[in-house]
Nanobody, 121 residues
Framework: QVQLVESGGGVVQPGGSLGLSCATS????????MGWYRQAPGKQRALVAT???????TYADSVKGRLTVSRDNAKNTVYLQMNSLKPEDTAVYYC???????????????WGQGTLVTVSS
């Protein structure tokens, strides 16, 4: 059964850095786009950054230049390197991926359980 598991969340001071990882598990035939979304308290889930299998990226304007998405296609893992963090970055960060399970018949949208990032002094 395909699953996504995030790791790396925690508490960091403003201006600090944090790295998130999202690992896939299960029998996977193929993975298309992967990325990160976040949901701040009282707000809707919003896109942070995504990357296609060929390396094309999309970023929210609020994180450009500070957060960087990357992926390892061999490991079907996506990362989010967060630098120069601001209190406004505080949110639950969710991994997202379009995955074609080995025993499936097409791509499905998968979500991780979320990992909390808190930026405060």
């Amino acid at each position: 059964q395909v699953q996504l598991v995030e790791s790396g969340g925690g508490v960091v001071q403003p201006g600090g850095s944090l790295g998130l990882s999202c690992a896939t598990s299960g029998r996977i035939f193929s993975v298309d786009a992967m990325g990160w979304y976040r949901q701040a308290p009282g707000k809707q889930r919003a896109l942070v950054a995504t990357m296609t299998v060929d390396g094309s990226t999309t970023y929210a304007d609020s994180v450009k230049g500070r957060l960087t998405v990357s992926r390892d296609n061999a490991k079907n893992t996506v990362y989010l390197q967060m630098n120069s963090l601001k209190p406004e970055d505080t949110a639950v960060y969710y991994c997202n991926a379009d995955i074609f399970p080995f025993n499936g018949f097409g791509y499905r949208d998968y979500w991780g359980q979320g990992t909390l990032v808190t930026v405060s002094s």
